[in-house]
């Protein structure tokens, strides 16, 4: 099989989740690292056995790269997405898209003009509990979804703040805890949900961290044109990072379900459950509230530059969550004043 050429642009804290992938699957080599922290580079390619850049349009200009993932401050993901698709490169993104609603628009329309792929990393979607959870609901076993709610509860203190030159900043990171921590939970309910949202009530504050003005809480209600209405609560003022936890009310049962586990009761009493595999290693340098399922979207990623199946969270799809995010800011915002 092809090996995909494959670059890394940010080699942080997130890096290694794509690294071990991008050097280990047998669908890809890993053979450029960019970080504009020249001994972060170094060492990072030195590592993986990849050359080291400072400088992320040379690093495209120069390896003809298959793809490349984007592991960088949020205000960068679409000025250098779009510098990769000018260079007919496919971009695997994390997570947000951006920081605004019109460049992530923009990235997208950008991307399907020059005809490669764009992915956005949400890789809770590929946890068994979250795939158990979509296949009921789509084989109809539990009905229609009647309401929703998702709790976060963790911890982001000053500490962790005061390490990054970007997080907790509003022109860098775009927010606090929703469009950092509680992204992942606000998908996972958005893309059971699967429809398009008429209104979004909520409030933010920053009740806990004195160094930041970002949100560290917020809660509100979505309600979607099909009927569903979804509470949701996060913060990150708690003393530990505790499982979050999303319930759905189904016509059919009711779902209790996390990263980790799902429990699903059917109204007939009949149920079934999904875990997390035992055997999961975190990679050196990993946090486990990360979780562990990177590996299967890079994997898919990269089957989808090979042409071999379609590429599952594009752009686009991604997009529906983040329209989601930046309506919960708008409104947020105004409660902050
Ligand atoms: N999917 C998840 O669960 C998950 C978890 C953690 C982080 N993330 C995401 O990963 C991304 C990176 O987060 P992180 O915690 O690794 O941040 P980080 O600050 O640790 O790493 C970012 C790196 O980008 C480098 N950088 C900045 N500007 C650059 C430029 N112009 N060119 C090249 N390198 C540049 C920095 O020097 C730094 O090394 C963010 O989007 C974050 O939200 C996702």
């Known amino acids: 099989m092809k090996k995909l050429r494959v670059g890394i642009i940010g080699c ?35 590592k993986y056995g990849a050359k080291a850049y400072t400088d992320y ?19 960068l993901h679409t000025v250098v997405a779009k510098y990769a698709f000018s260079r007919g490169v496919n971009v695997l993104s994390e997570k947000p898209m951006s920081i605004d609603y019109e460049s992530a628009e923009d990235a997208v329309i950008s991307a399907e003009k020059a005809g490669v792929l764009y992915g956005v990393i949400f890789q809770c979607r590929y946890n068994n509990s979250a795939q158990l959870v979509k296949r009921s609901l789509e084989a109809g076993k539990l009905g229609k979804i009647i309401s929703a709610r998702s709790t976060l509860t963790w911890k982001r203190d000053d500490e962790y703040y005061k390490e990054s030159d970007w997080k907790g900043t509003w022109d860098k990171e ?8 509680a992204i992942h939970s606000i998908d996972l309910v958005n893309w059971m949900v699967d429809s398009g949202v008429k209104s979004v009530s909520c409030s933010m504050a920053n009740r806990g961290h004195k160094i ?15 009927g569903v209405r979804y509470g949701f609560y996060c913060m990150n003022n708690y003393g530990c990072d505790e499982p979050i936890e999303i319930r759905l009310l189904c ?10 586990d799902a429990y699903i009761t059917y109204n007939d009493g009949s149920t079934e459950e999904a875990h997390q595999e035992e055997n999961v290693t975190l990679y050196e340098g990993g946090k486990d509230y990360w979780g562990f399922q990177h590996v299967r979207q890079i994997r898919q990623f990269y089957r989808a530059c ?16 983040h329209k989601l995010i930046c309506e919960i800011y708008k409104q947020g915002k105004e409660t902050m004043r």
């Open 251 to 260: 016509e059919k049962g009711k779902v209790v379900f996390g990263y980790d």
């Open 12 to 46: 942080g804290r997130i890096f290694v989740m794509h690294a071990v992938p991008a050097s280990t699957l047998e669908e890809s080599e890993l053979v450029a690292c960019c970080d504009v922290v020249a001994e972060r580079a170094a060492a990072a390619a030195e």
């Open 174 to 181: 775009g927010g606090g805890v929703v469009i950092d921590q």
């Open 306 to 321: 090979l042409g071999l199946e379609p590429l599952d969270i594009s752009g686009r799809e991604a997009l529906k969550t």
């Open 212 to 226: 930041v003005k970002v949100e560290d809480s917020a809660e509100g209600l979505i309600t979607y044109e099909n």
């Open 57 to 75: 349009r040379e690093m495209l200009d120069r390896e003809k790269l298959d793809a490349v993932h984007l592991c960088l401050p949020h205000y």
